[in-house]
């Protein structure tokens, strides 16, 4: 495991388990949320945001969290990546993380609403399209998660 994806519904926990994957491989961790969002949170231009990725991808080790939805451009990261992790949690936790977390946009809401039915199709699509050669792990709940991560250790 040298360069890994981490993608899910918001408030999944992206960033956390990607923080302790770091800590128990001593990869370096990308939170693509502090790449992408701008000052008043607007999010960089498709273009341009492919750009930015590829420079981070080009690395040779890294664990990248984000799920950015329809502003994403998955493959630039996917076609790089040997794992894929796809936390596939359910609405109500996700939500419950998400309200603990901070005040979220409208817009927050309606994709974490709709994750399953719009957007992991999407990412599935993706991942078959861009990383055929990574291992995907789905994991369904935190207790799956922790197990996978508990092997790592």
Same mark, same amino acid.
């Given at each position: 495991?040298?360069? =890994?994806?981490?993608?899910?519904?918001?408030? #999944?926990?992206?960033?956390?388990?990607?923080?302790?994957?770091?800590?128990?491989?001593?990869? !370096? =961790?990308?939170?693509?949320?502090?790449?992408? %969002?701008?000052?008043?949170? @607007? !999010?960089?231009?498709?273009?341009? %945001?492919?750009?930015?990725?590829? @420079?981070?991808? $080009?690395?040779?080790?890294?664990?990248?969290?984000?799920?950015?939805?329809?502003?994403? /451009?998955?493959?630039?990261?996917?076609?790089? #990546?040997?794992? /894929?992790?796809?936390?596939?949690?359910?609405? !109500?936790?996700?939500?419950?993380?998400?309200?603990?977390?901070?005040?979220?946009?409208?817009?927050?809401?309606?994709? /974490? %609403?709709? %994750?399953?039915?719009?957007?992991?199709?999407?990412?599935?699509?993706?991942?078959?399209?861009?990383?055929?050669?990574?291992?995907?792990? =789905?994991?369904?709940?935190?207790? $799956?998660? $922790?197990?996978? /991560?508990?092997?790592?250790?």
């Amino acid at each position: 495991m040298e360069r =890994v994806v981490i993608l899910g519904r918001g408030g #999944a926990g992206k960033s956390t388990l990607a923080t302790t994957l770091g800590t128990a491989t001593g990869l !370096p =961790v990308i939170e693509l949320d502090k790449h992408f %969002w701008g000052p008043e949170l @607007e !999010p960089t231009p498709h273009d341009l %945001w492919s750009i930015v990725q590829g @420079e981070l991808a $080009a690395e040779d080790r890294w664990i990248m969290d984000g799920d950015l939805g329809p502003h994403d /451009v998955l493959e630039v990261r996917l076609v790089r #990546a040997d794992t /894929v992790l796809l936390l596939d949690y359910s609405f !109500p936790r996700c939500a419950w993380r998400a309200l603990l977390r901070s005040r979220e946009t409208a817009d927050f809401w309606r994709w /974490v %609403w709709s %994750w399953r039915r719009r957007s992991r199709p999407l990412l599935q699509k993706a991942i078959a399209a861009h990383a055929g050669n990574a291992r995907l792990h =789905v994991f369904r709940s935190p207790r $799956a998660t $922790a197990r996978f /991560v508990a092997r790592l250790s």
